[in-house]
């Protein structure tokens, strides 16, 4: 049973960082694309970045491109999402999702029903 456990969200002022984890068990290879979506208030779940956990590139959504990073570290099955310069629009619940696919790819990283497995999500709030 594939399971996701996030963690790292807390309060921070604007412009200030922080790192969010999010660690898989259950799989027994690499093939899946792992997605963090942020849910905000009185929004949509969207999706915010997509790696796959093997190989491949980032992508981002164009609200975050530039200040968040995604990034993995295959011997822990962890990801990571480092969040710069946040701001109050950045203020949400953070869920990180997989799929099983052999890539992520551009057209369809950010589609949230085609993801399978869901974290719990870690709260994160950007004060002015």
């Known amino acids: 049973q594939v399971q996701l456990l996030e963690s790292g969200g807390d309060s921070v002022e604007a412009g200030g960082s922080l790192t969010l984890s999010c660690t898989t068990s259950?799989?027994?290879?690499?093939?899946?694309?792992l997605a963090w979506f942020r849910q905000s208030p009185g929004k949509e779940r969207e999706g915010i970045a997509a790696l796959h956990a093997g190989a491949g590139p980032a992508f981002y959504a164009d609200s975050v491109k530039g200040r968040f990073t995604i990034s993995r570290d295959s011997a822990e099955n962890t990801m990571f999402l480092r969040m710069n310069t946040l701001a109050p629009e950045d203020t949400g619940r953070y869920f990180c999702?997989?799929?099983?696919?052999?890539?992520?790819?551009?057209?369809?990283?950010?589609?949230?029903?085609?993801?399978?497995?869901w974290g719990r999500g870690t709260q994160v709030t950007v004060s002015s």
């Open positions: 999702a997989t799929k099983v696919a052999l890539a992520c790819w551009g057209d369809d990283w950010f589609d949230r029903p085609k993801y399978t497995s």
């Open positions: 259950g799989y027994t290879d690499r093939d899946y694309c």
